[in-house]
């Protein structure tokens, strides 16, 4: 019995040390090919002074992003020579219609505040920079309720004029309900409805959506394919290239507390590894605890110092010590059973 139960073990470490492996070669191939092009998120956006002032409060760390810090960043990409470019140029490149810039970056926002449109538009037309905002429809959604107290929906003249200058203006579904919770018929009026009152507002296609919260599933996946959506991003993080599955496009997280050397840092390939492997876990925390299960455990992490460390990369180099340590536990359990018995 011993026996078998050493053997378990040791298949057991060396299971987990091949997908270690495995999962770390695919993610360097992924995050360093030279066609990489990240796409970055944003959700809120909020006055620095104002913080400062003690006007606003309560802004959280994930969500929310200062106006100060968002014009140094975009200024970085200017500097830097990046250029922005819209999902449909991203597209045309994956079908081979279209080169991009050196340095490509895609500028996204996901549920349509009306920060969007009083920090960080005027901040977008100051660098001549494209972007996309992912807006929920319904502005009695469970989500814009939750903020309130601290953003508002942006109004339809809103969406029209930064539609016209430009910005692309997307779906984020009807409600910003849990998709993956839903049936069936209330998930395709959730991606058909929306898309319809969006097009019918803006008079243009509506060809993209991020699904909310992430609550992404196969089913999920193929309604949007079914609701003719080209393309989607859900909760992964990373980059994307050539070659990524365009129902399943990757992004990086941009939080409050970012300083410039967290933003420059989180578009590095390394950092990027970093975050399709916490990614990895958020999906397997996904299928263990849900959508609202998940969402609740992200508010836990991200109040907390460990959490913000999380989002801005700072834990990458611990990755490798982590699981180096718990293979030495395992092989150290295998050795005391065997001594133990034998």
Same mark, same amino acid.
């Given at each position: ?9 040791? /298949? ?15 993610? +360097?191939?992924?995050?360093?090919? !030279?066609? *990489?092009?990240?796409? /970055? ?6 006055? !620095? ?55 490509? +970056? ?70 910003? *309900?849990? &998709? ?10 959730? &991606? ?5 009152? $969006? ?18 599933? *196969?089913?999920? !996946? ?58 990895? $876990?958020?999906?397997? &925390? ?24 999380? +989002? ?13 340590? /718990?293979? $030495?536990? &395992? ?12």
């Amino acid at each position: 019995m011993v026996p078998h139960l050493a053997l378990g073990v040791a /298949v057991l470490i060396g299971g987990v040390g091949l997908f270690l492996i495995g999962f770390a070669v695919h993610a +360097i191939l992924q995050e360093y090919r !030279k066609d *990489r092009v990240p796409a /970055v998120l944003y959700h809120h956006f909020v006055s !620095k002074q104002k913080i400062d002032e003690g006007e606003v409060s309560n802004c959280d760390p994930v969500y929310f992003c200062y106006d100060t810090a968002f014009d140094e960043q975009l200024n970085y990409l200017h500097q830097e020579g990046y250029t922005t470019i819209s999902l449909n140029e991203f597209l045309a490149f994956q079908d081979g219609q279209k080169t991009l810039p050196a340095k490509p +970056i895609i500028l996204t926002f996901d549920d349509g505040f009306m920060s969007n449109y009083l920090y960080a538009f005027p901040i977008l037309k100051k660098y001549g920079m494209k972007a996309t905002i992912f807006a929920t429809v319904e502005q009695d959604s469970r989500n814009f309720k939750k903020y309130a107290a601290v953003d508002v929906p942006l109004t339809r003249d809103q969406m029209i004029e930064m539609s016209e200058y430009g910005i692309s203006i997307e779906s984020h579904s009807m409600t910003h *309900r849990y &998709l993956s919770d839903l049936e069936p018929e209330v998930v395709r009026w959730e &991606l058909e409805e929306s898309r319809r009152l $969006l097009e019918n507002l803006l008079r243009r296609p509506v060809r993209f959506i991020a699904i909310p919260s992430g609550a992404y599933s *196969r089913a999920v !996946k193929r309604a949007v394919k079914e609701a003719g959506y080209y393309a989607a991003f859900c909760m992964s993080k990373g980059t994307n290239n050539r070659k990524s599955d365009r129902h399943a496009l990757r992004r990086l997280v941009i939080g409050r507390d970012f300083s410039l050397e967290d933003f420059r840092r989180v578009l590095e390939p390394a950092t990027a590894c970093y975050l399709r492997f916490t990614s990895s $876990l958020q999906t397997a &925390l996904l299928f263990l605890l849900g959508p609202s299960g998940l969402d609740a455990f992200r508010k836990v992490l991200y109040g907390s110092r460990l959490g913000t460390s999380v +989002i801005r990369g700072q834990l990458w180099h611990l990755v490798p010590g982590l699981v180096v340590a /718990v293979l $030495l536990m &395992l092989a150290l359990g295998v050795v005391v059973v065997w001594q133990e018995n034998f």
